[in-house]
């Protein structure tokens, strides 16, 4: 089965720094690779995915990159708010509704003022 | 987008007392859905599988007479906690995916977060 590693479990950074939360992932077939952002005590929501056929992908201020060949992918976080201070899940999941994604064990980002 | 909606979002009760959760797909129609429990600052544990018109699929070590799942229709699952003891506290997280072709992410309930006194 798949097996998603995550890493750092807690990374601490000064507001406008950059964060850089990195996976890796152990099946070639894995296709689609979601990063999740859950606040306390709330649902795990979506913030960017990238599929395998693209290297990288930006929104404002979060990026991901992916390199199959490798079989690791990161999350980049740019000019950093305190209200980007939550847990952050990244998941290797395969086309297909009943597929079941694998999810990393989080990393908590706190963003100090 | 895709919603999923979880209810209750809170519940506490006594020791030994069976509790309820459902999970509904409010835009789409979900013949898999997915439960998950969360114990603080951890990750997402997976379960179960809930399959729609059929049994669900168990994870390894998840007590299936303790965790009751039915999957009824397309748009509800139900996850049953029976005779709930202390270390059932926990928070628990369905979630769902549109059924279309090509990667889909999974959408998320809000959660229940289950104390047992």
């Known amino acids: 089965g798949e097996n998603v590693e995550q890493h750092p479990s807690t990374l601490s950074v000064q507001e406008g720094d950059s964060a850089v939360i990195k996976c890796t992932y152990s099946?070639?077939?894995?296709?689609?690779f979601p990063w999740y952002k859950q606040e306390l005590g709330k649902r795990p929501q979506l913030i960017i995915d990238?599929?395998?056929?693209?290297g990288e992908k930006k929104d404002q201020r979060i990026a991901v990159t992916l390199n199959k060949t490798a079989k690791h992918f990161s999350l980049h976080i740019t000019e950093t708010q305190p209200e980007d201070s939550a847990v952050y899940f990244c998941?290797?999941?395969?086309?297909?509704?009943?597929?079941?994604?694998?999810f990393g064990r989080g990393t908590s980002l706190i963003v100090h003022p | 987008g895709a919603v999923v909606s979880q209810h209750p979002s809170w519940v506490i009760c006594k020791s030994g007392t069976s509790v309820k959760i459902e999970c509904r797909s409010l835009?789409?129609?979900?013949?898999?859905m997915f439960w998950y429990r969360q114990f603080p600052k951890q990750s997402l544990m997976l379960m179960a599988t809930?399959?729609?018109?059929?049994?669900?699929?168990?994870e390894q070590g998840v007590e299936k007479d303790k965790f009751l799942i039915n999957h009824a229709s397309l748009t509800l699952s139900t996850l049953t906690v029976t005779s709930a003891h202390p270390e059932d506290s926990s928070f628990y997280i369905c979630?769902?995916?549109?059924?279309?072709?090509?990667?889909?992410?999974?959408?998320f309930g809000d959660g229940t977060r289950l104390s047992i006194l």
């Open positions: 979630s769902a995916r549109p059924p279309r072709t090509g990667n889909q992410p999974q959408h």
């Open positions: 099946d070639s077939a894995s296709n689609y």
């Open positions: 990238i599929r395998s056929n693209v």
């Open positions: 998941a290797a999941d395969k086309s297909g509704g009943s597929y079941i994604p694998t």
């Open positions: 835009d789409f129609q979900a013949t898999t």
């Open positions: 809930s399959n729609e018109g059929s049994k669900a699929t168990y």
